[in-house]
T-cell receptor
Framework: EAGVAQSPRYKIIEKRQSVAFWCNPI?????LYWYQQILGQGPKLLIQ????????DSQLPKDRFSAERLKGVDSTLKIQPAKLEDSAVYLC??????????????FGPGTRLLVL | AQSVTQLGSHVSVSEGALVLLRCNYS??????LFWYVQYPNQGLQLLLK??????LVKGINGFEAEFKKSETSFHLTKPSAHMSDAAEYFC????????????????FGQGTILTVHP
């Protein structure tokens, strides 16, 4: 079974530029998550989708971050404009969406973003 | 609001020695607890999880953790460390909000880097 795919793996941009990350979850998984992992910290949830609807985006900086999950499968996360403090690893995870709070989340390898 | 504290950002052990990584949580409702491992330049992989039932949970690669409600702890152990265990370990909690809604949101601790010496 293929895991969660993410691209690109690495990205270097200058501040005020825009960037987009792509995620393809495990086939059949209804729930998709985007996390931000700053160096030395644990992952922090940015946004959670159930199929193509948003169920939690309370920690998403909506003035610069946006995300979508068209057709309830792939997802993109965009930052525009980027700031220095956005340098982090962006992790995508998916889960079956059938077990609620007991869900096991499966993580992709992440996209490492450096903003100069 | 739920939170997770991992005591010790770095733990160093000798190969063959006991591994003990500490995790304490704060939650207003019965929690569901997870340990994930992250190898360099990789995503997180589930080691084990506690949902209900037996408080001693066994996971992959010889790891286990015990849920102690009275101590609000979920420490991770392995009797004998192997070089391949060197990685960063994250404890996480998931629970329902006051309204009984659960979306499976995970709150992570800050992580513990495990180093294993020959």
């Amino acid at each position: 079974e293929a895991g969660v795919a993410q691209s690109p793996r690495y990205k270097i941009i200058e501040k005020r530029q825009s960037v987009a990350f792509w995620c393809n979850p495990i086939s059949g998984h209804a729930t998709l998550y985007w996390y931000q992992q700053i160096l030395g910290q644990g992952p922090k949830l940015l946004i959670q989708f159930q199929n193509n609807g948003v169920v939690d985006d309370s920690q998403l900086p909506k003035d610069r971050f946006s995300a979508e999950r068209l057709k309830g499968v792939d997802s993109t996360l965009k930052i525009q404009p980027a700031k220095l403090e956005d340098s982090a690893v962006y992790l995508c995870a998916s889960s079956s969406g059938t077990s609620g709070v007991q869900e096991t989340q499966y993580f992709g390898p992440g996209t490492r973003l450096l903003v100069l | 609001a739920q939170s997770v504290t991992q005591l010790g950002s770095h733990v160093s052990v000798s190969e063959g020695a006991l591994v003990l990584l500490r995790c304490n949580y704060s939650s207003s409702v019965p929690p569901y607890l997870f340990w994930y491992v992250q190898y360099p330049n990789q995503g997180l992989q589930l080691l084990l999880k506690y949902t209900t039932g037996a408080t001693l949970v066994k996971g992959i690669n010889g790891f286990e953790a015990e849920f102690k409600k009275s101590e609000t702890s979920f420490h991770l152990t392995k009797p004998s460390a192997h070089m391949s265990d060197a990685a960063e370990y994250f404890c996480a909690v998931s629970d329902e909000d006051a309204g009984g809604t659960s979306y499976g949101k995970l709150t992570f601790g800050q992580g513990t880097i495990l180093t294993v010496h020959p």
